[in-house]
Every structure is written in C-alpha cells, then in structure tokens.
C-alpha cells in the first residue's frame, strides 16, 4: 500500500497532528477572542453544524426506536456519572504518592466528573459505526443531566462549589443540540428523495469527507489552543 492510499486512509488522524503542530506554532490563533474566535465558531457554529448534520442523516423512525433504548442510556449515564468519576478518584489516589503536581491531579477529578462529550461522542461513534443515535441522545441527555450533577460530583470528590448558570447552560445546549437536531429532521422530510439519490457521505469519518468531521478538527485545534494559552 503506497503512502498515498495510507495518508487517503488516515486523512482524519493526520489532520489532528496537523492541527496540534500549528496549535503549537501558532497558539493565539485559537484562543478566545482570536482570529478563529473559538467562543463563536466552536461553542456555537460547530456543534451546531455536527448535530443538524446528525438530523439530517438519521432516519426519524432509527431516531426514535434509539430513545427507546433504555437499558443503553442507564448504562451510560451511569458509567460516565458514576464508574469513571469512581474510577479517576482511586487513581488521584494512588497518582498522590507521586510527586506530580496536585492541582493536575485536581483536575484530572475534576475531568472525571464532566458528563459525556456533546458532539465528539456523536463523531466518533459515527466513525466506527456505532449506534450514531443512541449517541445523540446520551451526548444530549448527559448534557442535561450533567448540569445537575456534576455540581454535586465536584463537591464531593474534590470538595469544591461554584454557582452553575443553570438558565445559561440549559438554553447553550437547547439552541446548539436539540434545536439543530431538530431542524435537521425536518428539513430531511422535505429532501429525503434527493439525500436518497445523492448519497451524501454523512458515514464513518475513514470515509467520508463531510464539512461536519472537519468541525471536529477545529474543535480539537481549539481545545489544544485554549491549554497553549493559558
């Protein structure tokens, strides 16, 4: 296999690198207030772009047989809720008797308390062919949810609280997930014939050269920035 076909193959892992090499060069470029000014393009534009994405490609009735899923969606909520925040605390623990720094390990309990990714979750379930909504629905739910009980989780692991901005949070996620997703469906209503014959390639990322997997990139670019700069 020629390098060509390879680099053909791996596009999206080579796009990473790419972007973490000029993060590094170029740090500014990513951070808050910047030339890609992430606090839009990121926060907003893009996982509004992956999730109307999503709702343009799924099928209503895949969509809601997902929701239906219930089993699936304790599992995770519980895993990502309650196993790893679990699992990060006996690590802190034993990473303790180390001489790394104590506020990394802070954060790392702190990490392990978040909810479950919004939209890399939905990407990269997408890329191995996984369940693309159930992903949705416990990227979206997990949101919600997360809103309530990471506060909690926080206090109890590392003993911190801070006042959440509960109405803000709540309607970021409603007009960057729900809505998107929303409006993906419906509008899949009224094209569904042409998405039929046109075969746009909303599949794994291996695969498909979607403007959705790109909106990943630049999250990746950015999260990278944001650590460069502060």
């Not at 994405?53 to 909520?77: C, D, P, W, Y």
């Not at 790394?100 to 939905?122: Q, R, T």
């Not at 206090?155 to 996620?173: H, K, N, Q, R, W």
Request: aromatic share 12%; hydrophobic share 55%; net charge positive.
């Amino acid at each position: 296999m020629t390098i060509a076909v390879h680099a053909k193959n791996n596009w999206f892992l080579l796009g990473i690198i790419a972007v973490i090499i000029f993060a590094d060069i170029y740090p500014s470029f990513g951070k808050k207030g910047g030339p890609l000014k992430p606090e839009v393009t990121v926060k907003y534009v893009a996982v509004s772009v992956i999730f109307f994405n999503s709702g343009l490609s799924l099928n209503t009735q895949e969509l809601a047989k997902a929701f239906l899923h219930a089993r699936l969606h304790i599992f995770v909520q519980l895993f990502t809720l309650v196993f790893v925040p679990c699992f990060m605390q006996i690590l802190v623990t034993l990473l303790e008797l180390t001489s790394i720094n104590v506020w990394l390990l802070k954060g790392l309990l702190v990490v392990g308390c978040m909810p479950p990714p919004v939209s890399s979750a939905v990407i990269l379930t997408k890329a191995v062919g996984g369940n693309e909504a159930a992903a949705i629905f416990n990227s979206a739910f997990g949101s919600f949810l997360g809103i309530f009980v990471t506060p909690f989780l926080i206090l109890y692991f590392v003993g911190s609280s801070t006042d959440v901005p509960i109405a803000e949070i709540f309607t970021t996620l409603s007009l960057t997930v729900v809505l998107p997703l929303l409006i993906g469906q419906v509008v899949r209503q009224f094209i569904k014939q042409w998405l039929d014959r046109t075969k746009i390639p909303f599949g794994p990322i291996g695969r498909s050269v979607g403007w959705a997997l790109q909106e990943v990139i630049i999250l990746i670019a950015n999260t990278y920035t944001f650590n460069c700069c502060c």
